[in-house]
């Protein structure tokens, strides 16, 4: 009785070992890096008609001290484009994916330091 218990407990030590074993790996995150060039694509398509020419109180492209490059690095803050101080009737960017968001504003980040390398 005691040796058939002994095989009973090393068999489901050992069922409840391939069951451990037996559980698939949790995918990896994958990091890349920002794709600037997929950034200005999207920026060209959404954004540029206000951000070009700095229309409707829109931070113009060309004028590197109207844009707060901290703002710029808040998470989701394309997400939230319309409530930012000073945004009038600016659209929001919701359908964008969370790398599309970083691949736009590590462009414009680009864009503001290419024309005034403080910022």
Request: aromatic share 6%.
């Given at each position: ?25 949790p ?32 931070p ?34 919701s ?18 330091n ?6």
């Amino acid at each position: 009785m005691v040796e058939t218990l002994g095989k009973i407990a090393a068999l489901s030590w050992a069922s409840l070992f391939l069951v451990a074993c037996s559980t698939p790996a949790p995918e990896p995150v994958v990091v890349r890096q920002p794709d600037p060039v997929h950034g200005k694509s999207i920026f060209k398509a959404q954004c540029a008609s206000c951000h070009e020419q700095g229309r409707k109180n829109a931070p113009s492209i060309k004028d590197a001290e109207e844009w707060d490059l901290q703002t710029l690095k808040a998470p989701g803050v394309l997400a939230r484009h319309g409530t930012l101080k000073g945004s009038l009737g600016a659209p929001r960017f919701s359908a964008l994916s969370k790398s599309d968001e970083v691949d736009v504003l590590t462009y414009i980040e680009g864009q503001v330091n290419e024309v005034d390398p403080r910022y």
